[in-house]
C-alpha cells in the first residue's frame, strides 16, 4: 500500500442536491475538519467539480461530478517520541491502542510533544494515513485527554478510507463503561441530543439547538446506592458527547467536574469513562473484529468502593 488516496468520483444525487460543497464532501470524509476539506477545495486539483476548480459554498446541482484527489501527506511538523504504548492488535493497515488517561490523541497548536501521535511516529516509522492532515496522522476518532480506552489508527489512507467508512455508517461500534452520578431507573435508554460549543462556556460543549445530531445508547450494568454503572454505545462521535449527554439528564460522569461531576472524595487519573471495547470489519482480511479490555483500575476502585456502600 502507498500513502495516498486514488483519485474518485462523486455523483450528485437528488437527496443531496443544494447542499454546500464542503459539507457535502464532509459526508464522504467524516473525520476529516471542515477547515482541511476547505483548504483542499482550494489547493489546486484537489477537488474538481465538473472539470472546473470550485469555491467551498458552490451549491451542488443533481448530476455534478466531483473529482476528489486527496494529496500525499506532507512531511510532519513532528517529533516522533519513544513512549511505550499498550498494543491491542497490529497489522500491515492498522493498529489499535489503549490510550491512557491523561495522554491527548493528537497535537494541537500549543501542545506538539507526549501525545499518542508522538508515540505512534516512533512506532509505525511515520507510516501513517495523510487523510486528516499533519497534525492527526492515522487518526480516525479522538478521546479526550482524561478519557482511558480503545482507538483505531490507521498506517495508510486506504484504511483510513476503509474505517472511516464504517464510522459513518454506523457499522463500527464503540462501547464505553461509566460510572455516573445519581441512580437511573430505566434498564436501557437512548440521549438523542444536538451537540454543539456551548452558548457562553466556549471551552465547552453543551446541549444546543441546532447543534449536529448526537446520540448515545446506554444500557445499566450495575445500581449503587447513589450512582449507576453504564455501558455506553455511540452512534455518533461528537466532541464530550457521552460526558454532555449525561450531565444534560444530571447524570454526569463520576470524576468529571467540567461537566458537573466533581462530587467525589477519592482521586482518579480521569473521569471514570473509558472506551472498553470496539467492533468494525479490518480492512486487511475483511473479517468482523471485537476487541475488548477489562475496566481500567480506576473504574474497578470505584466499582469496589461503591459495592462497601461507601459514597463517592
Known sequence: MNNKTEPFKIIVDIDDAGNRLDILLSTFFPDMSRNRIQQLIKESNCIIVNDNK????YKVKFGDEI???IPEAKPLELTSENIPLDIRFEDVNMIVVNKPAGMLTHPTSIEKEHTLVNALLY???GKLSGINGIMRPGILHRLDRDTSGLLMIAKNDYAHQFLSDQIKTKTARRQYLAILHG???EDTGTIN??????????HKM???EGGKSAVTHWKVIERFD???FIEATLETGRTHQIRVHFSHIHHPVAGDPLYGGNNINIKLHGQALQ???????NPTDKEKMTIEIEPEDDIKKLIRILRKKETI
Open 54 to 57: 470550485s469555491k467551498s459554498s
Open 67 to 69: 473529482t476528489v484527489n
Open 123 to 125: 512506532h509505525c516509522q
Open 183 to 185: 441512580v437511573i431507573k
Open 193 to 202: 441530543e444536538p451537540i454543539d460549543r456551548h452558548l457562553t462556556q466556549r
Open 206 to 208: 453543551g446541549v444546543v
Open 226 to 228: 447513589n450512582s449507576t
Open 275 to 281: 472506551a472498553y471495547r470496539l467492533t468494525f470489519i
